[in-house]
C-alpha cells in the first residue's frame, strides 16, 4: 500500500502539526468522533493512509503503533444528543476541537481533513481530501475510526437485537429492518431523517 506523502511540507518547516480527522458524520446512531495526532518525526510509521482504505485489522494495528510512537494524539467525541442539538456539522466542528485541545503536547498548527475548520485557539488549516495526502490526517483518521467502531461494539452488548456490531450505525438496510421492528435507543440521532420518520409515525 502506498503511504499518504502527496502533501508538500516545504513551506512547514518548524511547524508542530497535528492532523485531524473525524468518523461517523453518517450513520444514524452513536457518537461522532474526531482524533488529533502529533506524529514523532524520529519515529515514522509506515502504511498510513485514509482509514477507509484499511481493512479492519490494518486499522486496529495502526492505532496501536500511532497511540505508542506519536508524540501525542487525542480521542474526542458528541454525543448523539449533542447531534441532535447542534446538528452534524457544528457538532462535527466541536469534537475537533475537543481532540485539539486534548493534546498534551500544543500544535502551532493543525491541518484539518475536509474544507472548514473548527474554532480553536491553534491556527487551523483545511485539506480536501487530507486523510489521503497528509500522515498527520491518515493517523487521525485511524484512531477515530477505529475507537468509533470500538464503541459501537460495546453498544452492541448493550442493544443486541440492533445488530450494531455489523452496519456500526450506519443507514443500512439492517440496520432499518431492525429500526422499525425495535423502535429507536437512546443513542440513535432523532434529527436524522430515518429516525424522525419512525418517531412521526410512532405519534398518534
Not at 513551506?11 to 492532523?19: F, K, L, P, Q
Not at 434529527?191 to 424522525?196: I, Q, T
Request: glycine share 6%; hydrophobic share 45%; aromatic share 4%.
Amino acid at each position: 500500500m502506498k503511504a499518504a506523502t502527496l502533501f508538500d511540507y516545504a513551506g512547514y518547516a518548524g511547524e508542530v502539526i497535528c492532523g485531524v480527522d473525524e468518523a461517523g458524520r453518517g450513520p444514524l446512531a452513536g457518537p461522532v468522533f474526531a482524533a488529533a495526532v502529533i506524529l514523532d518525526p524520529a519515529k515514522p510509521i509506515a502504511g498510513l493512509r485514509d482509514s477507509k482504505k484499511l481493512s479492519p485489522a490494518r486499522r486496529d494495528e495502526l492505532a496501536l503503533i500511532i497511540q505508542r510512537d506519536a508524540l501525542a494524539w487525542s480521542i474526542a467525541q458528541c454525543s448523539a444528543a449533542e447531534i441532535d442539538a447542534l446538528n452534524i456539522l457544528q457538532a462535527t466542528m466541536l469534537a475537533m476541537r475537543r481532540a485539539i485541545e486534548g493534546l498534551s503536547v500544543v500544535p502551532t498548527l493543525a491541518l484539518i481533513d475536509g474544507n472548514r475548520c473548527p474554532v480553536t485557539t491553534v491556527r487551523t488549516e483545511a485539506i480536501v481530501k487530507g486523510d489521503d495526502k497528509v500522515i498527520e490526517i491518515s493517523a487521525a483518521s485511524i484512531l477515530a475510526k477505529t475507537a468509533r467502531d470500538a464503541l459501537l461494539v460495546e453498544m452492541h452488548t448493550r442493544y443486541p437485537q440492533y445488530a450494531f456490531d455489523q452496519h456500526k450505525g450506519y443507514p443500512t438496510a439492517l440496520h432499518l429492518a431492525r429500526l422499525r421492528e425495535h423502535g429507536i435507543t437512546p443513542e440513535h440521532r432523532r434529527s436524522y431523517a430515518p429516525v424522525r420518520e419512525l418517531l412521526n409515525e410512532a405519534t398518534p
